[in-house]
């Protein structure tokens, strides 16, 4: 299986930040790379697919890079409806795996 | 607007059949192409993708539940289903189901909002 290592595991940031979250592949997955947001109780939301396409609806401040093996997550400019756990996840192949998360708090 | 809504039983006994259900709204289950996921995660760990079914109704499982795991598919109901076998402690999750376009870039773009299934006796 593709292992999947997300940093930082929590983050602490304020509203107007930019911030950034990376995730790293145990092997090159070229762009097979997705991130989403999970809020508690709500259904995880995809956010970036194929490592750097801006799923429909979701915010410009979010945006995504990287291919191989190191990608990242950028949020511009936090807004307080940001604050949530992110995840990545590899769709290079079956089973599909998940980045551990990082929980993003307010300061 | 697909929604997805997974339904079953909240506590399971030990070595007993976990059974869950996705119901399926704002679009057919049987139209387009598209797999339908099913994916848990534990407390305090990782999300796990457990497998899915494609339209026509082949399957693709985790190979570390394999042995346990059946998914299959109503499409008179728009629903698909879980069913994990001689279920322990360690299989106490929230369990999400969701669907996966089948496209070259594959990726998950609708879940439900997940369960939580305890096993305990």
């Known amino acids: 299986d593709i292992q999947m290592t997300q940093s930082p595991s929590s983050l602490s940031a304020s509203v107007g930040d930019r911030v950034t979250i990376t995730c790293r592949a145990s092997?090159?997955?070229?762009?097979?790379l997705n991130w989403y947001q999970r809020k508690l109780g709500k259904a995880p939301k995809l956010l970036i697919y194929a490592a750097s396409s801006l799923q429909s609806g979701v915010p410009p401040r979010f945006s995504g890079s990287g291919s191989g093996t190191d990608f990242t997550l950028t949020i511009s400019s936090l807004q307080p409806e940001d604050f949530a756990a992110y995840y990545c996840?590899?769709?290079?192949?079956?089973?599909?795996?998940f980045g551990q998360g990082t929980k993003l708090e307010i300061k | 607007q697909v929604q997805l809504q997974e339904s079953g039983p909240g506590l399971v006994k030990p070595s007993q059949t976990l059974s869950l259900t996705c119901s399926v709204s704002g679009g057919s289950i049987s139209s387009g192409s598209y797999y339908w996921s099913w994916i848990r995660q534990p407390a305090g760990r990782g999300l796990e993708w457990i497998g899915r079914?494609?339209?026509?109704?082949?399957?693709d499982y985790n190979p570390s539940l394999k042995s346990r795991v059946t998914i299959s598919v109503d499409t008179s109901k728009n629903q698909f289903s879980l069913k994990l076998t001689s279920v322990t402690a360690a299989d106490t999750a929230v369990y999400y189901c969701a669907r996966e376009p089948h496209t070259a870039m594959a990726y998950f773009d609708y879940w439900g909002q997940g369960t939580l299934v305890t096993v305990s006796s």
């Open positions: 996840q590899q769709s290079y192949n079956t089973p599909y795996t």
């Open positions: 079914i494609y339209t026509s109704g082949s399957t």
């Open positions: 092997q090159p997955i070229s762009t097979y």
